[in-house]
């Protein structure tokens, strides 16, 4: 999902400041859709606010500095439903815990146990705070996104629990980088 995508999104539901925009990406509803950094939401919505897609208007409170507060326009709104109107990209799936899994041999078992326990305890947190989220949700749209998420999460989860112990095997099989380069 481009950032473009994501921010015409997230202002759709609602106003909000760049800020807040980037918070929803990290701890909200959205967070499970697209990693976006204050490096591109900001020139995305300066870009959108030049295509009419978006206005933001100040606002100042006593003793704070002044927020730009964001707003999607009619524009934008169609522009939104015509980019959810196609077919989407591949999603992507990376995982630093993978690539660790790849190369157990060279950091060994006992390394791998331990990351296997706390892939495991990040897995059971992450499915048991979208339960949560999955509670206090009324949009049976958003519900059975976060239905997929538990899924897909507990199918990682599940696995781990099944097939830690052959990855520890191998693991067991310590090999030095500089052995593995020869």
Known sequence: MSTRKFCLAILSSGDATGYEIRKTAQEGHFS???????????????????????TWREETSPGKPSRKIYSIT?????AFVEELSQTPVEDLFRSPFLL???????????????????RVEHLEFKIGALKVQLEQCCDPATAWTMDYGVATLSASLNFLKMNRSKLERVASERTSHIQAAE
């Not at 790849?102 to 390394?111: L, N, T």
């Open 32 to 54: 499970h859709y697209i990693e976006a950094s204050y490096g591109s939401i900001y020139p995305s919505l300066a870009k959108m606010e030049q295509e009419g897609l978006v």
């Open 74 to 78: 009619q524009t934008g709104r169609d």
């Open 100 to 118: 660790l899994a790849r190369y157990c041999k060279w950091v060994g078992a006992d390394f791998i146990s331990r990351e296997i326990d706390l």
